[in-house]
Structure formats: C-alpha cells, structure tokens
C-alpha cells in the first residue's frame, strides 16, 4: 500500500483561526505513516483573512493546495470542487473547524486497507442544542420514510473515499446536491466508525434554523418525487370526500328545503380547498425550481485562484486573479 496519496479535502468559510490548527492536527496524524497526503483547502469565498493563511501556508509546503471561490457557493459545491481537484487515491473530508476529530484519521486508513470504498466517522448528538437535535430527529425520521436512500442521523460530511466511489460522485453532476444522499447513492462496500461529538471552538457555525429548514427541504426534493404523489393522492382523496359531501347536501336539500345556516361549512370547505391547493403548488414549485436551475447548466463554482494545475486547456478556462 505504500506510495499511496491521500488528499484531505477541507471546506472552509470564513475559518482564519482554524487553519493553522487543522494543518498541524493532520501534519501530526500523518506523521510515520506510510501513505503520503496532500491538503486540499476550498476556500468558499471567505470574507477573512483565511485564504491569506493558506496561501502562506501553500508557500512553505508543497502538499498544501487551495482551490478559491469568487464567492461563497456553500459547502457542497465546495465538497463537489474538491473531489474534482483531488488527486488522491482516497479523499479524506473533513470540516476545518476540528469538529472531525484528526485522531480517527488512523481509523479512517485503517477502514480503506481493508478495502472499503466508503469509510464513515458518525457521530452522536451530545452537546447540539435540543431544538437542533429534535429538528433533525424529526427529519432523519421524515426522510427515512419519504425517500429511497437510506439516510443515517450522525454520518455527515466526515469519512474517508475511495478513487471509485470519488468518481462515482463526481458522475453525479447535478446542480442541487445533497451529499448525504449521494454518499448512499452510490452504494459501494462502507464502513462505519463512531465518535463523541465535539463542540467548535473557534469561530460559529455558518447554519442557521433557517438554512437548515431549506437544507432539508432539498434533500427531500432532490431525493424523490414522492411528494408530487402525495399531491396527487391528497387531492384524490379530498376530492372524492367533497363530491360525498355534495352528494349528501343535495340529497337532504330535496328531502327538506334548503336552509340557511351553511355558511361554516362553505368556509371551512374553502379555505382547507384553497390551503390544499397552494401546499400543492408549493410542492410543484419546488420541483419546476429544481427543473429550471438544471437546464440553466450552470457551473457549480467559479475559481478566483488557485495553486492546482492540472493541465493547460483547464487553466485557460479558468478566471484567474492577477495577485
Ligand atoms: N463551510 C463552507 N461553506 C459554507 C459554510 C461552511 O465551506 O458556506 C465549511 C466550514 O468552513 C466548515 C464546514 O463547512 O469547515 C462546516 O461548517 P460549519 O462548522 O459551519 O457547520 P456545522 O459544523 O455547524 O454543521
Ligand atoms: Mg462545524
């Protein structure tokens, strides 16, 4: 196995004081070990002072790259040019702020020498805050019966990846990704390893309730078309409980008159009617969006800077930044 590249691909926004920190804690993990590594930064369109910490960092070391955005594109278009930079015969993911603990990096190796594709860290929910933890319960919970790929509370972002299975994701171009459900995806022979949850020391999260709410929206719409079916069936059945309904009235309106007290009745029927009908447009909206930025093809990223070359054609495609 020796002679073997590792590339560890690290997602970072706005994360000045969490560089120099991630790049020691890998350094010294990687120290003896039989593989080499290269560290791989995105730097998603950081305000701070980030990229100037690995730019001096990729002047003194030559395994440190760094792709750069123009802007900040989030995280999964950062993970996504990541895997198409790394050279790496596996990838390692991991977030710069040390919440992937650079201790189970040794597990990680470990997992992939006995030839799993997929080595997954998952970790447990201790220290989240209990509105965050109840939040996504409920949602792993709603997923899991909603949609064909089995997802997993815990396992995120974290694991190591083969060269297959970093092709295989790399095959999955869509514009809207859902990682979480692309790691399921694409199968291949995984392992899982645990570990406590660490709480951030530096800096803050960049997820708010509200960016998580639409995260998981996404992977519910990215994932299966189940919803436009429940349209379909609520509209059905509700439909079919209406024309009982006016069946009934207009019976008892033959047997004895008409009468005048309907108005509760007319309104409820109206405003469930109309709420139904907005929800479902709502799901179809979603959809269409979804249809609409497919077709547009747009990059998922756009490259300010970068110290990767891969080849000559690729650099003239690339929007560089005189600096
Ligand atoms: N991140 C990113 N782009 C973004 C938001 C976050 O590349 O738009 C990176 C961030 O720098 C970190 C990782 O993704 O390395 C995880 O982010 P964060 O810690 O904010 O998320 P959490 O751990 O709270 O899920
Ligand atoms: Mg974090």
Known sequence: MGNQLITFLLP????????????????????????????????????DETLSAIRSLAINYKFVKYVSFSRNFGKEAAIYAGLQHAKGDAVILMDVDLQHPPSLIHELIEGYKEGNHQVVAKRNREGDSKLRTFL?????????????????????????????????????????????????????????????NVARENGKSKWSIGQLLNYGIDGLVSFNTKPLRLCFYAGAIIMSLSLLYILYSFISILQFGIDVPGYFTLISAIL?????????????????????????KRPHYLIDDTNIMRSEGERERRIYHES
């Open 12 to 47: 970072a926004y706005n994360e000045t004081e969490n560089i120099l920190p991630i790049f020691d804690a890998i350094c010294n993990q990687m120290q003896g070990s039989d593989y080499s590594f290269e560290l791989l930064f995105i730097d998603d369109g950081s305000q």
């Open 136 to 196: 996504s319960t409920t949602f792993y919970r709603f997923m899991n019966q909603s949609v064909n790929v089995k997802l997993i509370d815990g396992e995120g972002d974290f694991r190591l990846l083969s060269r297959k299975a970093v092709e295989a994701l790399l095959r999955l171009s869509e514009g809207n990704r859902f990682s979480k459900g692309l790691y399921e995806w694409i199968g291949m022979r995984k392992k899982t390893i645990s570990y406590e």
């Open 272 to 296: 469930f009617l109309g709420g139904l009908q907005l929800f479902c447009l709502g799901i179809l909206g979603e959809y269409i969006g979804r249809i609409y930025n497919e077709t547009k």
